[in-house]
């Protein structure tokens, strides 16, 4: 009975908000069940109906937020296919976009240093630069491109390093999208036109 109760007060999506602001402000190390739980006022026993164990729910924001970019990634390619150019530069454009409308997602699933919890997110990682890698080929293709797997060895990664060092920069310095989002069209600009 007590265990209904506090699930019909308490789900998943509350927790890992609060979690998800835990981790983000304090990092993993600092940030217990109990300290979780402290923060929205329930003994830290209630957490353990949703997950066993702190690194569980970790790993259920990591799924949860990479299960949105990569949503949107897809939907880019399947919009734009065909258009390598506008492809790529919608991907990057939206890419910012996320990374500084969601600071303390794309802090948990790109900026963690942890060791141990950097091998949650590998997977879900690997995934996103797959897709970007996909767009700047469809680019290369469409160009007539020559030696193009040489050429996918290094400018994807070039690219997106770019657009990571911009959203790094600007969570470091707390500006928002709104802020930056006539200099981030211009990064995009000058990255489309650097290819």
Same mark, same amino acid.
């Given at each position: ?40 006022? &329930?003994?830290?026993?209630?957490? &353990? &109906? ?146």
């Amino acid at each position: 009975m007590a265990r209904k109760a506090v699930e019909q007060e308490l789900n998943r999506d509350i927790i890992l908000n609060v979690a998800r602001e835990q981790f983000a402000s304090k990092g993993y190390a600092a940030v217990s069940m109990r300290s979780i739980a402290n923060a929205m006022g &329930y003994s830290h026993g209630s957490l &353990y &109906y949703h997950f066993k164990e702190k690194a569980e729910l970790f790993y259920a924001l990591v799924k949860q937020d990479f299960k949105v970019l990569l949503g949107r990634q897809k939907e880019i390619i399947a919009q734009h296919a065909g258009d390598g150019q506008t492809l790529l530069r919608v991907m990057m454009s939206e890419f910012l976009k996320f990374g500084l409308q969601n600071r303390n997602q794309y802090e948990i699933m790109f900026l963690l240093k942890d060791a141990d919890l950097q091998r949650y997110s590998r997977t879900e990682q690997a995934q996103v630069f797959e897709l970007f890698s996909a767009a700047v080929a469809e680019l290369l293709r469409e160009r007539g491109e020559e030696d193009i797997q040489r050429k996918l060895y290094t400018l994807p990664w070039s690219l997106f390093m770019s657009l990571h060092g911009f959203i790094t920069y600007c969570i470091r310095f707390n500006q928002c999208y709104e802020e930056v989002e006539k200099l981030a069209r211009e990064h995009v600009d000058f990255l489309c036109r650097s290819i």
